[in-house]
C-alpha cells in the first residue's frame, strides 16, 4: 500500500519505493461530467440539467442524480475493473460539482462527496485516479465537452474566470495534499488558446502550478496540449518546464470515427498511426518527461449507424485500437482510453439497449443521431446536404469572416459548432427530457439504475484488446 503520492523521476512515474508505475486505464467520462454522447441528451450539460430539474422539481431531480451517481459507479466497478490489470482511472469533472456561476467566491465542499467516492472506491482495490477538471469556468476550449456553448473559450478573455478556476484548484489541493492513491492533477482538459505562442495558456499554466505546488508540493501535475491536447510547439519554444510534471497528449486517430477512414493494416496505416502518435509526443521525449496519453479510442458502428457491415466495420477500428496499443506497449506509456461506461457509443460497459434509460429516450437519441446534433460520432452527410447551400453561400461572399483556428476546423465545423450543435441542440433539451414528466421516484431510481454494473453489457472485443495492450505495457 503506497504511503506517499506518485512522482516523475525522468521519463519514469514511480512510487515511494522507486519502482516503476506505468499507470493503465480509462476516464470515468459520464459520472461527474455530462456529455452529450456518452448520456444521450443533445447539447451542454447546463441546458440538460436546467430542463431536467423543470420537469422533475427540485426533490426528484435531486434524488435521482444521488442515485445515478451512487448506481454509476460503485464497488462491483472498481473490483471487476482492477481484475482486468487496469491500475487508473481519469475522472473528469464539471467545475459546477465544486464553484456556482451565482455564488462564485465559494467553494461547494459537499462537491467532494462524489468525487471522494471514486477516489476511496479505486483505493481500495488498487486503483490510481487523477482528477481531471474537465470544464472549468468560462470554458477552456469552445466545446461541448467544456459545458461551453459558445463560440470563444471565454477563461481566456477574462481574470474572472481565471481566478475562480486557481480557487477551485487551491481547494482541490488542500483537500486531497498526501493522498496517495490520487496519482496526479489534470489541470484543464484540452484547453484552446489561439493567442500567438499560447502565450494565455502558458502564463494560466504557471500560476495554476504555483498555487497548487504552495499548498501541495508532491503530487503530478499534468498539462494537456494546446489545441484539443494534441500541439505542445509552443511548449517547446517558450522552453516551458515544471518539475514532477507530465505533458499529457491525447491521440485519437481518425481510423475510429465514421468519416471514410477504414484501418486496413496496411504498412501505410500502420505508419500513420505511429506518426500522429510521435508528433503528440515529441516534447515529451525530448524533456525527458514521462508520457501519459490521457484520451484515445474509438466509436462503435451499430447497424442504426452504419448500416449492415457494422460489424466489419467495428473490426477495423478494433484493429486501429489494436495497433495504437501495440505503440504505446514499444514505448512502455501511461494510457487512459475514452471511456469506461456510457449508453453504447465508447464505454468499456453500457447501459443495455433494452435498459429503462435507453428505452426512455429511445427514439430521441435516434432522432438526435439520424440528423448529427452532436459532433462526436455521428455522420452528418445528409445535414451537410442540407445546410449546403448556406456554407457556399459563406464561402462565395465573405471568405475573410471563416475563423482561421483551429487549422483543421472547416468551414462546415464551425457552423455546425454555432447552430445545431448549439443554438438548436441546447433548446431541444426540453423535448428530450419530456419522459420524465410525471414519473415516480420509483421510475427514476430506475431510470438511474440502468447504470448499474450488473445492468450494464460489457463490450468483449475492446476489453479484449485492452487487456493485452495492459500486458504489452508492463
Known amino acids: 500500500m503506497p504511503s506517499v503520492p506518485l512522482k516523475c523521476k525522468g521519463d519514469k512515474i514511480v512510487d515511494g519505493d522507486e519502482n516503476v508505475i506505468t499507470l493503465r486505464g480509462a476516464c470515468l467520462g459520464a459520472y461527474l461530467l455530462q456529455e452529450n454522447f456518452t448520456n444521450g441528451y443533445p447539447g451542454h450539460e447546463k441546458a440538460y440539467r436546467a430542463a431536467m430539474l423543470k420537469v422533475l422539481g427540485q426533490e426528484k431531480y435531486d434524488f435521482f442524480w444521488n442515485k445515478f451517481y451512487e448506481y454509476f459507479y460503485d464497488a462491483p466497478d472498481a473490483k471487476w475493473f482492477a481484475s482486468l490489470g487496469l491500475n487508473m482511472q481519469r475522472l473528469a469533472i464539471n467545475y459546477r460539482h465544486l464553484n456556482d456561476d451565482l455564488d462564485p467566491y465559494v467553494i461547494k465542499e459537499e462537491g467532494f462527496k462524489w468525487i471522494d467516492r471514486v477516489v476511496e472506491l479505486n483505493a481500495a482495490e488498487g486503483i490510481y485516479t487523477i482528477i481531471d477538471l474537465h470544464a472549468a469556468p468560462g470554458g477552456q476550449n469552445f466545446d461541448w465537452h467544456s459545458d461551453n456553448n459558445t463560440p470563444v473559450a471565454l477563461l481566456w478573455e477574462y481574470k474572472e474566470f481565471q481566478d475562480r478556476t486557481v480557487r477551485i484548484w487551491e481547494a482541490i489541493a488542500k483537500h486531497y495534499k498526501g493522498h496517495p492513491w490520487v496519482a496526479g492533477y489534470n ?34 501535475l499534468c498539462f494537456d496540449g494546446n489545441t484539443f491536447g494534441a500541439d505542445f510547439r509552443s511548449f517547446d519554444k517558450a522552453g516551458f518546464d515544471y518539475p514532477n510534471s507530465i505533458f499529457s497528449c491525447h491521440d485519437y486517430s481518425m481510423f475510429g470515427f465514421p468519416i471514410g477512414m477504414h484501418f486496413e493494416g496496411t504498412d501505410e496505416n500502420r505508419a500513420k498511426v505511429r506518426d500522429d502518435y510521435e508528433r503528440k509526443v515529441e516534447f515529451s521525449k525530448k524533456t525527458n518527461s514521462p508520457i501519459w496519453n490521457g484520451e484515445f479510442g474509438v466509436v462503435y458502428a451499430t447497424e442504426t449507424s452504419e448500416g449492415p457491415d457494422f460489424e466489419a466495420i467495428n473490426e477495423k ?3 486501429a485500437l489494436s495497433e495504437q496499443l501495440k505503440v504505446y506497449g514499444e514505448d512502455k506509456i501511461s494510457w487512459t482510453i475514452w471511456l469506461y461506461k456510457d449508453v453504447g457509443v ?19 437519441i435516434e432522432k ?29 461572399t465573405f ?28 433548446n431541444l433539451n426540453p423535448w428530450f427530457c419530456e419522459p420524465l414528466k410525471d414519473m415516480s421516484f420509483e421510475d427514476l431510481d430506475k431510470l438511474a439504475a440502468s447504470f448499474k454494473f450488473e445492468n450494464c453489457q460489457k463490450r468483449e ?11 504489452e505495457s508492463q
Open 346 to 364: 465508447q464505454g468499456m460497459v453500457y447501459a443495455k439497449p433494452d435498459s429503462a434509460w435507453n428505452t426512455t429516450f429511445k427514439e430521441r
Open 368 to 396: 438526435k443521431r439520424k440528423h448529427a446534433l452532436e459532433f462526436w460520432g455521428t455522420d452528418d452527410t445528409a445535414t451537410t446536404k442540407a445546410f449546403q447551400p448556406v456554407l457556399d453561400w459563406i464561402t462565395e
Open 399 to 426: 471568405p475573410e469572416a471563416i475563423p482561421k483556428y483551429p487549422g483543421f476546423w472547416q468551414l462546415k465545423q464551425h457552423l455546425f459548432r454555432r447552430t445545431i450543435y448549439t443554438w438548436i441542440s441546447d
Open 317 to 319: 477500428r478494433y484493429g
Open 187 to 220: 489541470l484543464l482538459n484540452e484547453p484552446t488558446d489561439e493567442a500567438p505562442g499560447a502565450a494565455r495558456l502558458l502564463s494560466f499554466y504557471k500560476r495554476l502550478a504555483d498555487a497548487i505546488r504552495a499548498i501541495d508540493p508532491d503530487h503530478i
Open 461 to 471: 472485443k475492446l476489453i479484449e484488446v485492452m487487456t493485452k495492450g495492459a500486458g
